[in-house]
């Protein structure tokens, strides 16, 4: 059954159970803490109610946004097991019944789920993993119910914007014409078209920062490794970072909760974090902030303004900041500084990208896809997708490189070229941790972009920050900001907070008192609620 007539059956289905329009609950922004509410107090009576809603925005509101790659054939199935749940199990389970949404590189087993992890390739659309990804089996023992993948920039190669050979172009909820940016840009349109009341994206640079930043959603990038890795196809195993996109800086502390409840692959002695479910009051109190003021200007040489509607809601949230007991401190030069060590450190580290993608690669084909799946290493891979006239130019010359890096033993490329790569990342990590240090700061203060998201026709892109916390493996926050009005119709633009490793829960703290007094949530109009009558 293809994706579409799935749809059109599952829609046909539950809408035969919403017959009293008053007495539906409205998923339409909903929070994890209204869907927790309308289940106490009988607003819901069913998680099958709840998913029967959800599918139906699916249905109306995913042929144009195409955020999603696959929906889960067994959803419904899913959310009947979770009813027959005893009070007892469901309170134990703090993500009972809430349904979310999983980027198309984190693995669903196909025993459970019957769909394929496909990295947004065509070459990989019969691609079936074994086991659930770590992340996913945490949310799923949590009581979350999967609802399907989202679409993602293919490989994540071309991740400015997410259009994949195995379903196309995801589009924005403010404005179609507009990038969702990318890769994780399936579930940044799926999250603010409510589509799921959270979903999970990676972050190799920028990836879960930008379409957060593009849609008015909360983005965390968390502390490298924080979120257990395992069972994801990787892009770049040293930047890939896993973690939530949701409405709310709330909603997002309370999927960490479950996500952070494993100690990081890497950091073995870093202890689990608590984060808070309720917005902490006085959390921003004698925080030193620095406000990095070079964001908020074009660099030299730089052709393009920036938006002055940016560096506006930069300074808004620095002041709201203020009026929370922060202390912000302004910093020049800082993000120029940053950019120039990394690029003139990058080229020497390029090869170890390649050379540590081939080793990976052929682990995860070797070792965690099904036994039906029709690609079992690196090489064969690598051959289907430059034989496959789908493929992107862009997708086949990345697939050369790196395939041309193979024949080379470790230690001719991949010793030395990683050695660079890491002595780079860690004097960007000095730069910037060392910065905070000599100012005495807690956390630091950006634009992630310098503009809103462009028109897919116009191929360029605004400068990006997602670096800073990429290449350092620091968390960063994205919040919303505020509107840029440099368009019509008006589109979201968002600040960055960025604090020391494995201060997450401190960043989500933060995040949610300025959200709880200021909230700057934009709602998308191309993906309104739903007329139960029209369905």
């Known amino acids: 059954m293809t994706r579409g007539m799935w749809l059109k059956v599952v829609v046909a289905v539950v809408v035969v159970a919403v017959v009293d329009d008053s007495a539906a609950f ?245 202890p689990t974090h608590t984060y808070p479910t ?50 912000v401190v302004i910093l020049n030069g800082v993000a120029q500084q940053f950019l120039r060590t990394a690029m003139l450190d990058s080229p020497a580290s390029v090869p170890c990208t390649g050379a540590e993608g081939i080793g990976s690669w052929s682990y995860y084909f070797g070792e965690e896809v099904t036994a039906g799946s029709p690609y079992h290493n690196a090489s064969a891979v690598y051959d289907a997708m430059l034989a496959n006239p789908n493929e992107t130019r862009g997708v086949k010359l990345a697939v050369k490189g790196t395939k041309a890096l193979a024949p080379y033993p470790y230690a001719a490329i991949y010793q030395p070229s990683c050695q660079a790569f890491l002595f780079m990342r860690q004097t960007c990590v000095r730069l910037l941790e060392g910065e905070m240090a000599d100012n005495n700061l807690d956390a630091l203060l950006y634009a992630p972009m310098q503009g809103p998201g462009s028109l897919l026709s116009s191929g360029s892109t605004p400068r990006t920050f997602s670096s800073l916390s990429a290449i350092t493996g620091n968390p960063a926050l994205v919040v919303p900001a505020g509107l840029s009005y440099a368009t019509d119709p008006p589109m979201p633009v968002g600040a960055t907070i960025l604090t020391y490793r494995f201060q997450d829960a401190r960043l989500v703290a933060w995040g949610q008192e300025l959200e709880a007094h200021f909230p700057h949530r934009q709602i998308p109009t191309f993906t309104p609620p739903l007329s139960r009558a029209a369905l």
């Open 278 to 327: 309720l917005p902490p009051a006085g959390s921003l109190v004698g925080v030193r902030v620095g406000l990095l003021n070079d964001t908020l200007y074009p660099f030299p040489g730089d052709t393009s303004p920036v938006d002055p509607d940016v560096r506006a809601a930069v300074r808004t949230i620095a002041g709201e900041m203020e009026a929370l007991g922060a202390e």
């Open 26 to 270: 409205e998923v339409f922004e909903a929070t994890v803490s209204d869907i927790q509410a309308a289940f106490g107090n009988g607003e819901l009576s069913s998680c099958a109610e709840l998913v029967g809603l959800y599918v139906d925005r699916i249905g109306v509101y995913d042929e144009l946004l195409r955020s999603l790659v696959t929906v889960n054939p067994n959803v419904t199935q899913n959310a009947v097991a979770l009813d027959g749940m005893s009070s007892e199990e469901r309170a134990a389970r703090p993500l009972w019944c809430i349904p979310f949404v999983a980027k198309d590189n984190i693995n669903k087993a196909a025993s459970q789920f019957g769909m394929p992890t496909t990295g947004g390739s065509d070459t990989l659309r019969d691609s079936y993993a074994e086991e659930n990804a770590v992340m996913l089996q945490l949310l799923l023992d949590a009581g979350a119910v999967l609802l399907g993948s989202s679409n993602m920039a293919t490989l994540a190669l071309e991740g400015n914007n997410t259009y994949s050979t195995v379903l196309g172009q995801t589009r924005n909820t403010f404005d179609p014409r507009r990038s969702p940016m990318g890769s994780s840009g399936g579930t940044g349109s799926a999250v603010s078209a409510s589509l799921c009341a959270f979903g999970l994206g990676s972050d190799t640079d920028g990836s879960i920062q930008n379409p957060a930043n593009v849609q008015s959603l909360v983005g965390l990038r968390p502390t490298y490794n924080l979120v257990p890795p395992r069972g994801t196809l990787p892009a770049n195993d040293w930047q890939d970072t896993f973690g939530p996109m949701a409405r709310s800086v709330q909603d997002v502390g309370m999927v960490m909760n479950v996500l952070d409840n494993a100690k990081p692959v890497r950091s073995p002695v870093a």
